[in-house]
C-alpha cells in the first residue's frame, strides 16, 4: 500500500557537521515530494521541494537526492546550525491527488 | 512567520461545546486542507477544499464540519467533541491541488475536557 516512512526516528549531530535525513517511499506513482521542517509549537516549515522527473536539488544549505530505483529520498543539511534542530517530516505526493502523505518524522538534535 | 493565519492558538473545550477553528490566507491560493496533528506523529489529512468546493473528506467524524466561506478562509466547527479528539489542528494552503508545496499555518492547540 501507500507508505512513506523514514529510517531512523531521532539524530544527533555536531555542530558544523552536514546531517543526512533519510525517506522511503513504497508508491510508484508518487512524482512530487517534499521536506518539511517543525519546529516545538509550530507548523511544519517547507524546506525544499523535487519532481520526479530531477534526480537532484539544491537550495540554501539543503540538497535534496532522489533516487526512484530504490524509491528513496534524502535531505542533506550542510553545516548543521543549532536552529536546524526540528523534527524533519519527508512529504509524498502521486500524480493527479490532492492527498500529501507524510512520513513518520525524524527528530534532528544538533549539538554545539 | 506564518502567511497562514489560525485562530485561535489554544482552545479548550468541554464536550458538549461548539467552538470554531479559524483559518486565513491572502497569497492568492485555491486549495486549502485542515490537518489533524498528535503529538509525535505526523500530520494527517482531514479536509481539501479546492476553489471554495470540499474535494476530499477523509472520513472524518460528522462532530468536525469545515467551511470555505470563501477564497481566503476555511473554517472548522467542532460539535460534541471526544477527548480523543485533543490535537493540533493545521490548516495549510496551495496554490492548486497537486504539485504544488502546501504552506502550512501554526495550529491551534485544542483541548477537550
Known amino acids: 500500500g501507500e507508505s512513506v516512512g523514514l529510517h531512523l526516528p531521532t539524530l544527533s549531530v555536531q555542530e558544523g557537521d552536514n546531517s543526512i535525513i533519510n525517506c522511503a517511499y513504497s508508491?510508484?506513482?508518487?512524482?512530487?515530494f517534499i521536506w518539511y521542517k517543525q519546529e516545538s509549537g509550530k507548523g511544519p516549515q517547507f524546506i525544499i521541494d523535487i519532481r520526479s522527473n530531477m534526480d537532484k536539488r539544491q537550495g540554501q544549505r539543503v540538497t535534496v537526492l532522489l533516487n526512484k530505483t530504490v524509491k528513496h529520498l534524502s535531505l542533506q543539511i550542510a553545516a548543521t546550525q543549532p536552529g536546524d534542530s526540528a523534527v524533519y517530516f519527508c512529504a509524498e505526493n502521486s500524480g493527479g491527488s490532492e492527498k500529501l502523505v507524510f512520513g513518520k518524522g525524524t527528530k534532528l538534535t544538533v549539538n554545539p | 512567520d506564518t502567511e497562514v493565519t489560525q485562530t485561535p492558538k489554544h482552545l479548550v473545550m468541554g464536550m458538549t461545546n461548539k467552538k470554531s477553528l479559524k483559518c486565513e490566507q491572502h497569497?492568492?491560493?485555491?486549495?486549502m486542507y485542515w490537518y489533524k496533528q498528535k503529538a509525535k506523529k505526523p500530520p494527517e489529512l482531514m479536509f481539501v477544499y479546492s476553489y471554495e468546493k470540499l474535494s476530499i473528506n477523509e472520513s472524518v467524524p460528522s462532530r468536525f464540519s469545515p467551511e470555505c466561506p470563501n477564497s481566503s478562509l476555511l473554517n472548522l466547527h467542532l460539535h460534541a467533541l471526544q477527548p480523543e479528539d485533543s490535537a493540533l489542528y493545521l490548516c495549510?494552503?496551495?496554490?492548486?491541488?497537486?504539485?504544488?508545496?502546501?504552506?502550512f499555518g501554526d495550529g491551534t492547540r485544542l483541548s477537550i475536557l
Open positions: 495549510a494552503s496551495s496554490p492548486r491541488r497537486v504539485r504544488q508545496p502546501q504552506h
Open positions: 508508491n510508484s506513482a508518487s512524482d512530487y
Open positions: 497569497m492568492g491560493h485555491r486549495a
